[in-house]
């Protein structure tokens, strides 16, 4: 699977409560678990140790997780859930009835609080395919270059930035692009329904400003 090495398997099925049994969640969180979800198997973790190569500064462990679904979908609210509740970064391999699958992997950076706590910053997720058709660069010569990999296979054409820039940088100038993006989109739409021709010059103005803006980001791509 995903042609990870032999010495990364773990191959630990996970109770889908365990996820949620000690936690302040909605039922309906809770339904989407036993309705969606058909098993969880812890199926391997990338460290140092198993995938010889240097530890990173900010990354120790990839755990791979495989979920089975019930159906074609996943409320995306059970990965958030589960992906806060490990103090590790995680790659998520979702797997349909009809062997489709897909991974799904969320940018995350240590939270200032402490006791092992995550962020996440931004989620990607590649299309649905063949199994036999997803593939990681595994070649990395550290932890953290490793996971900076798998990101940016995952993300795709959704990561904007170049390869040269940091993740961390890359992520945030992608965000902010999309922001300017939303921005410009409500704006549009307020000129369109405005009647007076002052408020429609003043929104033409601001949405000027936002698409110079925007256009500088994606220079600096």
Known sequence: ?????????????????????????????????????RLITWSNKL???????????????????????TGQELDKRTLELMDKQIPYHILFLLERPDGTARLSVSYKEAAQTGDNAFRLRQSYATPWQRMDELHLPLQALDMDGLYEGIVRAVA???????????LKD??????????????LQQLRARMKKA???AKQMELRREIKRLEAQLSTTKKED
Do not use: W
Request: charged fraction near 30%; hydrophobic fraction near 35%.
């Open 156 to 166: 795709g054409d959704a990561l904007h930035a170049p390869a040269a820039e940091s």
């Open 170 to 183: 890359a992520v945030e100038q992608t965000q902010e692009q999309e922001k300017l993006q939303r921005q």
């Open 1 to 37: 699977m995903l042609e990870l090495p032999k010495t990364t398997e773990f191959g630990r099925r996970v109770p889908k409560q365990k996820f949620y049994e000690h936690l302040d969640v909605s039922s309906e969180v809770k339904r989407l678990f036993v309705e969606q979800i």
């Open 195 to 197: 009647k007076n021709l």
């Open 47 to 69: 460290s140092s140790q198993t995938m010889n190569i240097a530890e990173g500064q900010t990354v120790s462990e990839i755990e791979v997780f495989h979920i089975k679904l």
